[in-house]
């Protein structure tokens, strides 16, 4: 199985690439994690413009035929185990997308198969990526039995 990560950030904040990276490390079989920065630059003061702007350019992105998931604080929330279950019972790769500092589009959210919310706070994006590549891994590790989820 292969996962997608697309995220969208106007920064160059590399602050917490090292937490990241050693992650996206440790997914290993039967998944494959793929990070795919979209980086965007405010082009309207218009939120719902800036949304829809962003949303164009992640669907250049998305491959049709996998399962496209998206973050959304209005998604449905999961413990460790059944995000774990979400994604090992999928018979196809997932994009997963983490929208911009407004959110994700309304017409891209309706595309989803699944919206997923970790919280009804909101979080920074480099704090929300870690935490959702972290998910990830804890979920190999429920799926594999590994101890890290036990710690």
Known sequence: ??????????????????????????????????????????????????????????????????????????GEKFSSEGFSNLLF??????????????GISKKLLDCSNKLISFSDMEFSHDIFRFMAIEQIYRAQCIFNNHPYHQK
């Open 1 to 74: 199985m292969k996962l997608n990560l697309l995220y969208v950030s106007s920064q160059k904040n590399k602050s917490a690439l090292f937490l990241e990276n050693d992650l996206v490390k440790r997914i290993k079989s039967p998944m494959k994690i793929e990070l795919k920065k979209i980086f965007c630059k405010t082009e309207s003061n218009n939120i719902e413009q800036q949304k829809n702007f962003e949303s164009e350019k992640i669907k250049k992105f998305l491959n049709k035929n996998n399962f496209l998931f998206c973050f959304d604080k209005k």
């Open 89 to 102: 019972k999928q018979t196809k790769d997932i994009d997963f997308v983490i929208g911009g500092p407004f």
